[in-house]
């Protein structure tokens, strides 16, 4: 709808008075100096001729008429109240009243680098000068920036000047007390800081854009409102899926990545946000960060100092997935949490143990999109993502990369090792991964022996039965003390790559109790350093250093949520791969049909043939049985034709006696024949069939994996804190993310600040016996390391609720 101040509707053909002038008040002349001189000249030339029309109905008014006639008279365009308005601005004022007051919009200003360089410069040589007066000096360079950014700027450069006495106490309330425990753990060890330090430097060497990007500041008017441009639609993409649904491969490319606003972001607007992200299974319950618009997002200001909107997250986690920093947050997560590896002790003394898995998260839409098999749906295949995880022989997740679709672990985990050398230093220590029975392949065993990493990997059924090659297998103890036994010894793997190239590799059997079945492990450990009870405890642990970390992050974290929907169309290798199989498999039928085909002709021939000569030997038997028939009468079997009857009857019957069954394997031949041909049709129906159904599927969507991924990296960043939270300050004690969250990290309290200390006072809840002496006792630890947040040092005390 067009503005009434700026719309079209109006323009009447007026005579305009070159010679008035215009009374310009303070507020004009100051809006004319701010305007650039085109845009006053319209406003200016747009009062006049409002002046114009309004002069001529009061002149219509003056004559009798009444405001509403004169006013549809003089501006049928236009509604009546509009010019209400005009006329009583007109009448106090005059022309110049009618002269739009609405200021320039203000260029979008960032905090770049060099305006935090100019806000240093200024108040180092104006120590005292306040916020107004570095405004003042900014604008005159230049960098036209808000009151409140300025006074953010200088507090983040450490220029702020509060104002408040070393002994004045401020007291305010905290819903979410018990995460500051969380936030001095993040003081302490720097995960999060550390993580936004490496995005930042991702985000200052973006690429230009190659082409015109889409602006979408662009279709706004002089008064910054938008025209009716900016609402057309843009471009659907791909015809199957709506422009939500469109790849970050596409979006991509229709960005100005340098000018995003998260790319122009001072470090510590950086900082809240990739903490909200961190802490959000604090302040929400939800796994989605959409539920910061509900009244748990007004919490957010307890932990990070600003309540954001969902909006505002949702855009920062877009123009990160824009500017594709997933994997520089992968390795920003792995080479903190990774630093120094801790090495174990005990029988694995100087080893440094990963557990490697893969998690496959369902996606549920319509569009045929690439697959996996999803075990916690009762392997269901379905469209899904897939995600290997590299745990710490402590049970820290540390790596990760994802896929679409299926991921073979066996084809990738090799490349995920090499990534986890990279980061925490080749060659430092003795290497082991252990890893489920979807490792096992001799193929990969080879792989993990030439780059010096020892395995152990659970071995199939089937390369253990009746036909395995075992050799010097020793004698069964007692392993444990459930009554199961273990023994060890050598097995050769075949290779399915390398046929004429076994693999020689040292197995470990466990024979269970119960059900005397045994299953076998592969593994490259020596046997004098490593027994074979050691071999099956290190495997065994898998399942609470990382099954269990899965099961717990699942549930309050979110870790199993998919994040990000968008679609990219691509060639399905797969199915162009079965195509030409089954169109081989084809020919082949064919020619297996064209060759029975003949067959049975033949046959059908030589049976034809064979019968016919059958018929006329069993003819010529006939007329000698009734030769023999008559002689027997007539008493004349001593008779010369009767004697050569019964000899022909006889070479006839022996005759028929080779031939018959000749006849019989024919016409056996034949059914057979029959059989192998309708078995061939029925192939050769479903092949077409399988055809028909792959070539309407050449095509597969393929799903973004950017946002999971980054998404991923604030998760493992949550519980990698937590982890820490526990096994330092409340002695390791096991308690599941979901309790911990629960029971100490949203436990409500208050804040006291003075200008030296910060005070977090935790409310004690006394029900909760097992819990709250952890908590006193993680208090007193965390304020015995006198860490400092804001300049302040920080106490954490648990104390009674005040009364209200």
């Known amino acids: 709808m067009p503005d009434r101040d700026t719309d079209h509707a109006s323009t009447v053909d007026v005579d305009l008075d070159p010679d008035s002038v215009l009374d310009l008040d303070a507020d004009l002349q ?36 009444s405001e509403r006639q004169a006013i549809r008279e003089e501006a049928p365009q236009d509604k009546v109240s509009t010019w209400v308005g005009r006329l009583r601005r007109y009448r106090m004022g005059g022309p110049s009243r009618l002269i739009s007051r609405r200021p320039q919009p203000r260029p979008v200003v960032k905090v770049t680098p060099e305006v935090r360089s100019a806000v240093r410069v200024i108040c180092t040589l104006n120590p005292e000068m306040r916020s107004p007066g570095v405004r003042e000096q900014l604008g005159k360079l230049g960098h036209v920036l808000s009151p409140a950014v300025v006074k953010r700027v200088m507090k983040a450069e450490g220029f702020a000047r509060t104002g408040r006495g070393p002994d004045r106490v401020h007291t305010e309330p905290l819903a979410l007390a018990g995460g500051h425990l969380l936030l001095a753990v993040e003081e302490e060890e720097g995960a999060v800081a550390a993580l936004v330090r490496d995005l930042e430097a991702a985000l200052e060497t973006l690429p230009p854009p190659e082409g015109e990007p889409w602006d979408d500041r662009a279709n706004r008017d002089d008064h910054g409102r938008f025209l009716s441009a900016y609402n057309t639609g843009q471009e659907r993409g791909e015809a199957e899926v709506g422009p939500k649904f469109r790849s970050v491969e596409e979006l991509r490319a229709n960005k100005d990545l340098p000018a995003m606003r998260t790319a122009n972001s001072s470090h510590a607007s950086l900082h809240r946000k990739a903490l909200t992200l961190t802490l959000l299974p604090v302040v929400t319950e939800s796994t989605r960060w959409e539920s910061l618009s509900r009244w748990q997002g007004k919490h957010l200001s307890d932990l990070v100092g600003i309540a954001y909107q969902s909006s505002t997250i949702d855009k920062f986690l877009r123009e990160l997935k824009y500017a594709g920093v997933s994997n520089v947050m992968q390795a920003s997560v792995a080479g903190f949490w990774l630093g120094n590896e801790e090495l174990l002790a005990g029988p694995l003394a100087g080893c440094a143990l990963v557990y490697a898995d893969v998690s496959v998260k369902p996606l549920w839409t319509r569009f045929y999109s690439r697959s996996a098999k999803v075990a916690t749906l009762g392997g269901r295949v379905m469209p899904a993502t897939s995600t290997l995880f590299l745990h710490h022989g402590c049970g820290t997740p540390v790596l990760y990369r994802s896929w679409s679709g299926q991921v073979s672990m066996r084809q990738e985990v090799v490349g995920l090792l090499k990534t986890y050398e990279s980061l925490a230093g080749e060659g430092m220590a003795r290497r082991l991964v252990v890893m489920d029975r979807e490792a096992h392949a001799a193929g990969l065993f080879k792989e993990l022996r030439e780059a010096g990493w020892d395995f152990i990997v659970p071995l199939r059924s089937q390369s253990v039965g009746p036909k395995a090659k075992f050799s010097a297998v020793t004698d069964w103890v007692a392993f444990g003390t459930s009554g199961d036994a273990v023994c060890g010894g050598r097995l050769e793997l075949n290779d399915s790559h390398a046929r004429h190239e076994p693999l020689d590799v040292r ?4 024979r269970r109790h119960r059900t005397g079945k045994v299953a076998w492990f592969a593994t490259q450990l020596d046997r004098a350093d490593f027994p074979d009870d050691v071999v099956l405890d290190t495997y065994f642990a898998r399942w609470p250093l990382q099954e269990l970390v899965f099961r717990d992050g699942k549930g309050r974290v979110g870790l199993d949520a998919q994040h990000g929907y968008g679609k990219q169309k691509t060639v399905n290798v797969a199915v162009v791969d079965g195509i030409e199989k089954t169109t081989a498999r084809q020919r082949r039928l064919d020619e297996k049909l064209r060759g029975l085909r003949e067959r049975r002709t033949a046959l059908e021939e030589q049976a034809v043939d064979q019968q016919a000569a059958i018929s006329r030997v069993e003819s010529r038997a006939d007329m000698m049985k009734a030769a023999l028939d008559r002689a027997v009468d007539t008493d004349t079997m001593a008779s010369r034709g009767a004697q050569n009857s019964a000899a022909g009857l006889r070479a006839f019957e022996r005759w028929q006696d080779t031939h018959q069954p000749l006849l019989d394997k024919v016409h056996a031949e034949a059914k057979a024949c029959d059989q192998a041909i309708t078995k061939a049709e029925a192939s050769r129906a479903r092949a077409e069939d399988r055809l028909e159904k792959l070539s309407r599927r050449r095509e597969v969507w393929t799903i973004d994996i950017e946002l999971d991924q980054l998404m991923t990296g604030f998760k493992l960043t949550f519980m990698n804190l937590c982890g820490v939270l526990l096994g330092r300050y409340f002695d390791g004690a096991k308690l599941e993310l979901d309790t911990l969250i629960r029971g100490v990290l949203t436990l409500p309290g208050e804040r006291a600040t003075t200008g030296k200390t910060e005070t977090i006072r935790i409310w004690r809840q006394p029900r909760d016996r097992k819990l709250m002496p ?24 648990v104390v009674d609720r005040p009364d209200p």
């Open 30 to 65: 100051e809006l004319q100096r701010s305007l650039p001189a085109g845009v006053w000249e319209r406003r200016v030339a747009r009062g006049q001729q409002l002046a114009a029309v309004a002069k001529q109905i009061e002149a219509r008014i003056a004559a009798g008429e």
């Open 507 to 510: 197995v470990v059997g466990r």
């Open 774 to 797: 952890l908590v006193a006792a993680a208090c007193e630890r965390i304020t015995a390391r006198k860490l400092r947040r804001g300049g302040r040092v920080l106490h954490f005390e």
